[in-house]
């Protein structure tokens, strides 16, 4: 098990990038959260299995259909033991 911060830049915010987020890691098993952040990127917290948390990084790179992701960074931290996966109106790491 892996928790991994995560920030997405790009055209993120208004293209259901959140929404689509929770959608992809319920169905992968991850726990954490997802918000927007006041510069326009996405932050998300996420706690899986390594390989599960490969996949679900694959996809954030792409983001749904009308996101245009620029970069995405990801950096190990501390295992946080979330609940479940829940969309945030904001929160910084």
Request: aromatic share 8%.
């Amino acid at each position: 098990m892996i928790h991994l911060d995560i920030i997405v830049k790009g055209k993120v915010q208004g293209v259901f990038y959140r929404a689509s987020t929770k959608a992809v890691a319920d169905q992968l098993g991850i726990k954490g959260f997802v918000s927007n952040q006041d510069n326009g990127d996405v932050a998300i917290a996420a706690e899986g299995d390594k390989m599960i948390m490969d996949m679900f990084l694959d996809w954030c790179k792409e983001g749904p259909e009308n996101a245009e992701v620029t970069s995405l960074e990801s950096h190990e931290g501390e295992l946080k033991n979330y609940r479940n996966f829940e969309v945030v109106k904001k929160r910084l790491f």
